[in-house]
């Protein structure tokens, strides 16, 4: 009994409104640190296409995006529910809010002056998820929030199985950022064709085991090629 509330004290939206802040926020790590732009040809751009204004904005925004996964863990953990969900709220709004900004200035100033014979990368686009998710996280917890009487005293609203669940799917998240990051520095691969190399890596076999992944040896291929020009 102690484990499973009773159905009036389970709440979805907060469970649905994390799982979109930790998505966008590894979304949000990728368009910061991936290239903006590509050639057609080659499909590959340049880790320094972003002006410094935009690269700032784009900092921010991942920097929002962190504070909002972790106060939203706290909020799960029962750590001063009303105080971690009105940050959780701020930070995520102000995380799309920013990025929107680097996408608008990036798309209107910089790109076509400067790079008329590229198009926008795969990171680019990722963008448009990283200004959305966290609304519809906004969305969620404010929902919850005017949904629940005295909010205040009604704890996390979920099971001890959907904190732990959640505490480890954010470890798994900053697992996967953190081998991303070290592929990218070895292999001289982009953030993504690296995030995507991990995702595969730790899906099937772990980041020293083989891959049995179908699409596996395309993504080392993709790879290989962006390494060798």
């Known amino acids: 009994m102690g484990l499973i509330p009773e159905p009036e004290k389970l709440r979805r939206y907060p469970v649905a409104a994390a799982g979109f802040l930790f998505v966008s926020f590894l979304y949000n790590l990728t368009s910061t640190i991936g290239s903006w732009y590509v050639t057609p040809e080659t499909f590959r751009g340049s880790n320094g296409d972003k002006p410094a204004s935009v690269l700032v904005l784009c900092i921010i925004s991942t920097v929002c995006s962190a504070i ?3 106060t939203v863990l706290f909020r799960f953990y029962e750590i001063h529910v009303l105080v971690t969900t009105m940050i959780t709220l701020v930070t995520s709004a102000l995380q799309s809010i920013v990025m929107f900004a680097a996408m608008l200035l990036y798309a209107t100033r ?3 002056h400067t790079h ?4 926008y990368s795969g990171e680019f686009w990722m963008t ?3 200004v959305v ?4 996280a906004f969305v969620f917890m404010v929902l919850d929030w005017k949904t629940t009487e005295d909010f205040r005293y009604k ?3 979920s099971t001890r199985f959907q904190r732990k669940f959640l505490l480890i799917a954010a470890l798994n998240i900053i697992w996967i950022s953190v081998g991303s990051l070290i592929y990218m520095w070895m292999e001289k691969w982009s953030f993504l064709v690296s995030l995507y190399y991990c995702l595969s890596k730790v899906k099937n076999a772990g980041f020293d085991g083989d891959s049995h992944f179908p699409t596996f040896p395309s993504t080392c291929r993709l790879g290989t090629q962006q390494r060798s020009k």
Do not use: Q, R
């Open 133 to 136: 998710a966290p609304w519809i």
């Open 110 to 112: 910089y790109h076509f």
């Open 155 to 157: 704890g996390s609203g």
């Open 68 to 70: 909002a996964c972790i």
């Open 116 to 119: 008329p014979v590229y198009d």
């Open 128 to 130: 448009i998820l990283v």
